[in-house]
């Protein structure tokens, strides 16, 4: 069957030897980053990167369940619904690297606008410190959704495997812009996601926030208005810390969040808004001090 055949891809295809060799190299800056923090004495919240390899544990075993085939399955309808076909080949895959990176763009951005979704995303930014371990530093949660971002490409013809190796490609390619051991790369940073591009992201600084969402290029947020240089030192985290190092609380902490505003609401218009609306929306009635 071409389901199984697509399924078997994730075993079998050439270009899954580049995703390990992407995630050993990965591993490998990041145990180099951390010996040489340590041999420079350079400042670091260690328990926050205990932290960070706390969570990076549970995605691994995560990824070796049921879950992990959560989004092919959930994008195969789509797949045989859609009457258009994009073959594999050297091509498409640039071609689906693209799109995927342009997904990512809008999947990111839309992560930063509606509350729930941030939900999520509120984990990788809630890292007062910004070194390679922030990088794994991923909610357990977005595995569930995020596939859904990745319909369009499906129906535009790309097969469930391309597209989500598409967008795990753009992923892993991000992983070595979180550190501040490099600087300011020259036209690199007008271009491409680097680390410069990448700490402005993370700031919570005012003219900083919701800035750059690019997976790999920049082209996306300099069309769509949202390309920031770093020109002040960034502050990083959240622009209301959370204050703990306990991996279960960064990974849920902003649902409680929500679950209490709910509570509070006095119809379901605001409940509905509490939900989907913007970061900082909250009805007229709640008091200044918890917007």
């Not at 971002?149 to 469930?160: A, Q, S, T």
């Not at 753009?170 to 700490?199: C, M």
Request: aromatic share 16%; net charge neutral.
């Amino acid at each position: 069957m071409v389901i199984e055949y697509f399924a078997s891809l994730f075993e079998t295809h050439q270009i899954m030897m580049v995703v390990a060799t992407l995630f050993i190299i990965n591993l490998g800056i990041t145990g180099f980053e951390i010996a040489l923090d340590l041999f420079t004495r350079k400042e670091r919240r260690w328990k926050d990167t205990l932290a960070n390899c706390a969570i990076f544990f549970a995605h691994q075993v995560i990824e070796k369940t049921a879950f992990a085939s959560i989004g092919f399955v959930a994008l195969l309808p789509f797949f045989i619904l859609t009457p258009l076909s994009i073959p594999m080949n050297a091509w498409t895959w640039v071609l689906a690297l693209l799109a995927a990176d342009f997904t990512y763009y809008w999947m990111h951005r839309l992560e930063h606008e509606h509350r729930i979704l941030w939900a999520s995303h509120s984990v990788h930014h809630s890292s007062e410190d910004y070194n390679l371990t922030v990088g794994f530093r991923l909610s357990l949660v977005e595995g569930f959704f995020e596939w859904a971002f990745l319909i369009p490409m499906i129906l535009l013809g790309f097969n469930p495997f391309q597209a989500l190796v598409g967008l795990v490609l753009v992923a892993q390619y991000q992983h070595w812009v979180h550190t501040e051991r490099i600087g300011k790369l020259g036209w690199l940073d007008e271009v491409f996601n680097t680390p410069s591009v990448h700490r402005v992201h993370h700031g919570s600084n005012r003219q900083y926030l919701d800035k750059n969402y690019g997976g790999v290029l920049m082209i996306w947020d300099k069309i769509f208005g949202t390309f920031k240089r770093e020109d002040e030192k960034v502050v990083y985290g959240l622009t209301r810390n959370i204050e703990t190092n306990n991996p279960v609380k960064i990974i849920f902490i902003e649902f409680g969040h929500i679950w209490s505003d709910l509570k509070k609401c006095r119809n379901n218009r605001d409940r509905i808004k509490i939900i989907f609306g913007g970061l900082s929306w909250r009805p007229d009635y709640f008091s200044k001090r918890e917007k």
